[in-house]
Nanobody
Framework: QVQLVESGGGLVQAGGSLRLSCAAS????????MAWYRQAPGKQRELVAT???????KYADSVKGRFTISRDNAKKTVALQMNTLKPEDTAVYYC???????????????WGQGTQVTVSS
């Protein structure tokens, strides 16, 4: 089985910073795109940032210049550094990854369980 486990969420004041981490474990041959999504109460899940296996990154307009996504392929981890946090960043943040479990196998998309980020004003 493959698991994605997030950590690093919590409560922070507006203007503060948090760093989220996500570790992939299990029977993994390769990991392609990795991403962070978030879902605020009453809203749809939205894409926050993505990073390819070659470290190409994309960000939602709402977080550009404040958030940075990075990955460590050897450790099978992806991180999201969040600076200058705003109350509207409050959400459950989910790790997402496209993972192949064996050579020439099928690539599947996996989700973590989510970690709560709350930004107080």
């Amino acid at each position: 089985q493959v698991q994605l486990v997030e950590s690093g969420g919590g409560l922070v004041q507006a203007g503060g910073s948090l760093r989220l981490s996500c570790a992939a474990s299990g029977n993994i041959f390769s990991i392609d795109d990795m991403a962070w999504y978030r879902q605020a109460p009453g809203k749809q899940r939205e894409l926050v940032a993505t990073i390819s296996s070659s470290d190409a990154t994309k960000y939602a307009d709402s977080v550009k210049g404040r958030f940075t996504i990075s990955r460590d392929n050897a450790k099978k981890t992806v991180a999201l550094q969040m600076n200058t946090l705003k109350p509207e960043d409050t959400a459950v943040y989910y790790c997402n990854a496209d993972i192949t479990r064996r050579r020439a196998g099928t690539k599947f998309n996996y989700w973590g369980q989510g970690t709560q980020v709350t930004v107080s004003s």
